[in-house]
């Protein structure tokens, strides 16, 4: 079966355009009687509400098509997995199911999902997107034996597998800006020299404004997953990423986790140096993500290392004050990131095998304006004349309500919707289609981040004074420019699931890795951190690690085969 | 007299009719739920039904032990639980000398306010007593910065990173949040005892100490006796709010008790075969240790509670 998906990938890619849902996309969007109401239940990975939605959101769609969107959101359910579990065996999952991909295909195999492949080429928004959804069909229908097209996955785009147009990567080292020059924002060539310059900002800075203490790093062990997360993404720094128990290369390489040339040990190593110079956080092992998040906003912490921690601190103001974070490459980094998600972001959307021949016309109307530019424009900016204005040359503006609209208490207008923006925000929290979508309309992005007049707006002394010392408008095109980027192609693909065997020795594995790992960052000596390490590995060996690495390098092949061929 | 039977019958069924309610609610709510059992000889994973699951006999049970690695863990899980609950078992007189002492109170306001006060904390949730206990004992927390303003220490300590006394540090939250409320069944048997016995006593010149010994604790000991019996059976059952929200990988290896352990390795990764297994095993142990007791029970104190 592995040997059949890597075929079909390949294939794919070049019978795409041909197969499933084979050129009539000329057709007409078949009538559909708005009359009655309908509420549609949608079963939910990605929502953080639980219910009926309601506000500004919920009338435009009841507006447009008399729909009611019934939220049912596992993450909020308290018991994801046993709500997952009844409503599978129940036979019913939800009229509109979005799932991570493997679960979607447990689901289509045991007839969850419907088969809608007769029905898409009526609708031309969601055709745009023919190619995406026809090679994670494929691929999903080659695994299981199937034929049809069931799932729609998220976050497309149509800008090409290889683009990536944001404007910052992933994960590279963010330092206060004022804090930086202040030292002499001195050139910095490998890890070393970042610790080197994390010591003098914290020397200078031992404390915030208010007198707490504060440190270069500070780190929470609630996010980890079989190895810690921290490490996991700066481990992106040096050119791989770390999936369960391997890391996959920008180079196409799989190497096992514990593999002492790779990124993870060179991370953990550079948190223990750092540890030794006192430069974490000693809350770092016992802190929650609560906890690191208010250090994170009262500039406690250094050092950042995602790009949405900017959020914690930066603002026009501070930006304005020269205070803003902003990305300060080493020179010997190589950065991982994947391109936007042209072929979507790991989960998709299908429609439920219950609901009727009408429902399934209705939710497809609603699903084809979700990915056109109208739709779009409404899930990911807001209303025109609350949230925008169009400008005379076609292109859009904030308005000062939609520059807060996220931060501020916005009371939405009540021939609106009523009630707080936020509130009545799209609570499915899922996109069927980015944000980074070029608008034909208006020939910008969907997201208001990178309009013209929101640049412009908000050029601030401290991105004048860096793009003046690196040369560069962002920190994506100074990469590029220093060979330190060179994005691979996101691609998205239904992976082999864990059996319970394999499920048991990641845990029992990850247990181990995490807890090393946690101890060998706070090690009192080189000595110690090694024999942590090659304890760690000599357990591994007795708890299945040579297995399960075999088993995720064989899983992560189809991806490695895919972005040769994307490339 | 075949009039008298039938009519007897008649009056016994009606009684059965009375308690029947209560057998099927037991039935329904304790036996039924043993036919999940079955999970634990299958290989079931969600979203596919249960009846297309796979049979594999033992394997999850033999999985557990199945190279030295595993079997030092369990061992280590097991020394944990077993220490921890009989570190709690060794120390189940305390509710009872607190409620004794608790009644000796003259002043009633004040042992009314003592009560409350020790019994609040068992309605404080583990998730919030970890974040007083992490407000209390981070670095910068109130005991570090009292520590270090008096000059003890210079470095703060990392308290609830420690390695050392992880037992007994559980065992001092634990108590915290229960001792006054498991004082109350205590409290209502004191209430009980004929105050006949104390004036007798009394008349006869005992002072305040004879009676606690001579009247009060032997009147306590058959409530004693029962509370000590249920912990028995609940002997691997010590929880696992507690440990869950204290553990970090420095204690790890001494907090991790068996209902953590299954939660860690088997919920963790979605393997409800595995823990249906691992349960079990409890479930066997649990009933073995309370007729152990219940037999020790019969031949040292000539009585039994089953």
Redesign the interface.
């Known amino acids: 079966m592995k040997k059949r998906n890597m075929l079909s990938m390949a294939m794919a890619a070049a019978v795409a355009s041909t197969s499933l849902l084979s050129g009539v996309a000329s057709a007409e969007a078949p009538e559909v009687n708005h009359e009655e109401l309908l509420q549609l239940e949608v079963y939910d990975v990605a929502a953080n509400f639980q219910g009926i939605q309601t506000g500004w959101y919920a009338k435009e769609i009841k507006d447009r098509f008399n729909i009611e969107l019934n939220i049912i959101a596992p993450q909020v359910s308290g018991d994801a997995?046993s709500l997952?579990?009844t409503r599978?065996?129940s036979g019913d999952?939800g009229d509109i199911i979005i799932l991570d991909n493997a679960?979607m295909q447990?689901?289509v195999?045991?007839g969850?999902v419907m088969d809608i492949s007769a029905d898409l080429p009526n609708y031309p928004n969601i055709m745009k997107y023919e190619e995406q959804i026809n090679l994670f069909n494929t691929a999903m229908n080659e695994a299981l034996g199937n034929t049809g097209t069931y799932a729609i996955p998220a976050e497309m785009n149509s800008n090409g597998p290889t683009e990536y147009k944001e404007d910052t990567v992933a994960s590279m080292p963010r330092l206060a800006w004022d804090y930086y020059t202040e030292i002499g924002a001195p050139e910095m060539k490998n890890l070393d020299d970042l610790l080197d310059v994390l010591r003098q900002i914290q020397d200078a800075h031992p404390t915030n404004e208010a007198g707490?203490?504060a440190y270069a790093l500070s780190l929470w062990?609630d996010w980890d997953s079989t190895s810690i997360e921290t490490v996991n993404q700066l481990t992106k720094w040096y050119g791989q990423e770390v999936n369960g128990s391997v890391l996959i290369g920008v180079d196409n390489s799989i190497v096992p986790l514990t593999d002492k040339e790779g990124a993870y040990y060179k991370m953990l190593n550079f948190f223990y140096k750092a540890n030794q110079m006192g430069l974490v956080?000693?809350?770092s092992?016992?802190?929650d993500w609560n906890?690191a998040c208010d250090k994170m906003r009262q500039k406690r912490v250094h050092l950042f290392w995602y790009n949405w921690q900017y959020g914690f601190w930066n603002s026009p103001e501070k930006g304005e004050a020269r205070e803003n974070y902003r990305g300060i490459p080493v020179g010997d980094m190589n950065v991982f990131q994947p391109s936007d998600t042209y072929y979507g972001d790991g989960r998709v959307w299908g429609i439920g095998s219950n609901v009727s021949e009408d429902e399934k016309l209705r939710i497809l109307e609603f699903f084809d304006w979700l990915c056109s530019p109208e739709g779009l424009t409404m899930q990911h900016v807001g209303q025109e004349g609350l949230i925008y204005t169009v400008n005379e040359d076609g292109t859009y503006t904030l308005t000062p309500e939609g520059m807060t609209r996220f931060s501020a208490e916005l009371q939405v207008p009540e021939e609106l919707g009523g009630g707080t923006w936020n509130d009545g925000n799209n609570q499915v929290n899922q996109w069927l289609v980015a944000s980074i979508e070029m608008n034909p309309e208006t020939g910008e992005t969907v997201n208001s981040d990178y309009w013209a007049s929101f640049l412009e707006a908000n050029d601030t002394a401290t991105n004048k004074e860096w793009s003046e010392k690196f040369g560069a408008a962002n920190e994506v095109e100074y990469l590029k420019a220093n060979g330190m980027l060179d994005p691979v192609p996101s691609v998205n693909l239904s992976l082999a699931i864990?059996?319970?065997?394999t499920?048991?020795i990641?845990?029992?594995c990850?247990?181990l890795i995490?807890?090393?790992?946690?101890?060998a960052i706070?090690a009192a000596d080189d000595a110690e951190f090694e024999s942590l390490w090659d304890e760690m590995c000599e357990?591994l060996n007795?708890?299945g690690w040579e297995q399960l690495v075999e088993f995720d390098t064989a899983k992560y092949q189809p991806v490695i085969e895919a972005r040769q061929a994307a490339e | 007299m075949k009039n008298a039977s039938t009519k007897k019958q008649r009056k016994s069924f009606q009684l059965f009719l009375y308690i029947l309610p209560f057998l099927l609610l037991v039935a329904v709510f304790s036996y039924y739920p043993l036919y999940g059992w079955v999970y634990a000889f299958y290989?079931y994973?969600?979203?596919?039904?249960f009846s297309?699951a796979e049979f594999v006999g033992l394997k999850w049970f033999k999985?557990l032990v199945e190279?030295?690695?595993?079997v030092k863990?369990i061992i280590q899980v097991l020394k944990n639980t077993f220490a921890m609950s009989a570190l709690t078992l060794g120390t189940s007189w305390l509710p009872m000398l607190f409620a004794v002492f608790l009644n000796e109170i003259r002043c009633v306001p004040f042992r009314k306010f003592v009560q409350t006060v020790t019994t609040l904390p068992n309605f404080v949730s583990w998730v919030l007593v970890y974040s007083i206990a992490?407000s209390m004992f981070?670095?910068?927390g109130m005991a570090n910065t009292l520590l270090m303003n008096l000059g003890i220490i210079d470095e703060?300590i990392?308290f609830?990173?420690s390695t050392s006394h992880v037992w007994f540090t559980q065992w001092l939250w634990l108590t915290w949040k229960n001792l006054g409320w498991a004082a109350i069944m205590y409290i209502a048997a004191i209430n009980g005892i004929d105050d006949e016995l104390y004036q007798a006593a009394k008349v006869d010149g005992a002072n305040r100490m004879q009676l606690i010994r001579n009247i009060t604790i032997p009147s306590l000991l058959p409530t004693y006796f029962v509370l000590l019996m249920i912990n028995i059976a609940n002997f691997l059952n010590n929880g696992m709010e507690q440990f869950y929200v204290f553990q970090?990988?420095?204690n790890?290896e001494y907090i991790q008790v068996l209902d953590l352990y299954v939660y860690?390795?088997?919920?963790?990764?979605?393997?409800y075969?595995?823990s249906v297994a691992i349960s079990m095993l409890k479930s066997v142990v649990s009933v073995v240790l309370l007729v152990g007791a219940n037999k020790a029970s019969k031949a040292i104190r000539g009585e039994s509670f089953i």
């Open positions: 997995a997952y579990q599978c065996a999952l679960d447990d689901c195999d045991v969850l707490d203490n062990p956080d000693p809350d092992a016992t802190q906890a864990d059996d319970t065997d499920a048991l990641r845990s029992q990850g247990d995490k807890d090393t790992s946690w101890k706070f357990t007795g708890l | 290989d994973r969600p979203p596919k039904p297309q999985s190279n030295p690695v595993k863990q992490f981070n670095s910068t703060p990392l609830l990173q970090n990988s420095f790890k860690n390795t088997a919920m963790g990764s979605g393997s075969s595995v």
